[in-house]
Antibody, heavy 117, light 107 residues
């Protein structure tokens, strides 16, 4: 059974940092294209970052470029999102997902990030 | 950036109704268009990928069609479990863009 589990969310002050993790079971993340997608409370979905199978192509939304870094550790079967210089507008549930023909096939349950003083 | 516009934003329907949701792209897209269902407090669930391919395990009452800039999601006979919010999403150059969502409510 495929399962993705995000962790690392929480309350952080503006300007602070968090590192989100996405651990996988039932699949090998190194075989997949992966993405982080977020959803602000009561709002729609935003594609935040993407990494291809060989880690040779990485994408960031303009809203997070220069502040967020996506990475993976194949030995730990995990995906990460390092988030620096956090802003109130980064408050959201963050999901990791496998990317299949450009769509999110397997999703985690999400981890909530709240940026507030 | 490619913008995706869904219509309607809210749809009231009854069990057994045929429901159609439309998604329009601000420019022609390649056909890498997905549809998701989301229920409160849950992650989105993939229904359709590549505009018309039904994801494994998804009931056949869901179907997708379209090309170019206009795409549709059709539910042939609405079931009680289908009341939810639906999103379209396009994929281009490693980036995805979602529509604003369509909430399907009980009439």
């Amino acid at each position: 059974q495929v399962q993705l589990v995000e962790s690392g969310g929480g309350l952080v002050k503006p300007g602070g940092s968090l590192r989100l993790s996405c651990s996988a079971s039932g699949l090998t993340l190194s075989d997949y294209y992966l993405a982080w997608i977020r959803q602000a409370p009561g709002r729609g979905l935003e594609w935040v970052s993407y990494i291809n199978r060989g880690d040779t192509t990485i994408f960031y939304a303009d809203s997070v470029k220069g502040r967020f870094t996506i990475s993976r550790d194949n030995a730990k079967n995990s995906l990460y999102l390092q988030m620096n210089s956090l802003r109130a507008e980064d408050t959201a549930v963050y999901y990791c997902a496998t990317v299949h023909y450009g769509s999110g096939r397997y999703w985690g349950q999400g981890t909530l990030v709240i940026v507030s003083s | 950036d490619i913008q995706m516009t869904q219509s309607p934003s809210t749809l009231s329907a009854s069990v057994g109704d045929r429901v159609t949701i439309t998604c329009r792209a601000s420019q022609t897209i390649s056909g890498w268009l997905a549809w998701y269902q989301q229920k409160p407090g849950k992650a989105p669930k993939l229904l359709i990928y590549k505009a018309s391919s039904l994801e494994s395990g998804v009931p056949s009452r869901f179907s997708g069609s379209g090309s170019g800039t206009e795409f549709t999601l059709t539910i042939s006979s609405l079931q009680p479990d289908d009341f939810a919010t639906y999103y379209c999403q396009q994929y281009n150059s490693y980036s995805g863009t979602f529509g604003q969502g369509t909430k399907v409510e009980i009439k």
